[in-house]
């Protein structure tokens, strides 16, 4: 069975995030791997549209840097966003 979009969009969005994370603590990150969570956010903005998708993105950046205190974006600790995210 297929996961609602909404979901695999949150799933995907936490595995961006934790590449980001990885890459600011050094860790090797293969881009093979960012270039296929970027694609699927891609088509999973499109599946869930952009207004609701930006509600998401921004529940889950928040949801991110409550559980870690790394920003999902730049991987840094504490909170600094993308402007438009």
């Known amino acids: 069975m297929r996961l609602p979009s909404e979901l695999q969009l949150r799933r995907a969005l936490g595995?961006?995030?934790r590449l980001a994370v990885y890459e600011a603590d050094g860790r090797p990150v293969a881009p093979a791997d960012v270039e296929a969570v970027?694609?699927?956010?891609?088509?999973?903005r499109d599946d869930v549209g952009?207004?609701?998708e930006y509600e998401v993105?921004?529940?889950e950046?928040?949801?991110?840097?409550g559980?870690?205190?790394r920003c999902g974006w730049c991987g840094g600790h504490g909170a600094h966003g993308v402007e438009g995210a």
């Open 15 to 17: 595995r961006w995030f």
């Open 38 to 44: 970027y694609q699927e956010l891609i088509r999973l």
């Open 50 to 52: 952009e207004a609701r």
């Open 57 to 59: 993105v921004s529940e």
């Open 61 to 65: 950046a928040d949801r991110f840097l």
């Open 67 to 69: 559980a870690t205190g």
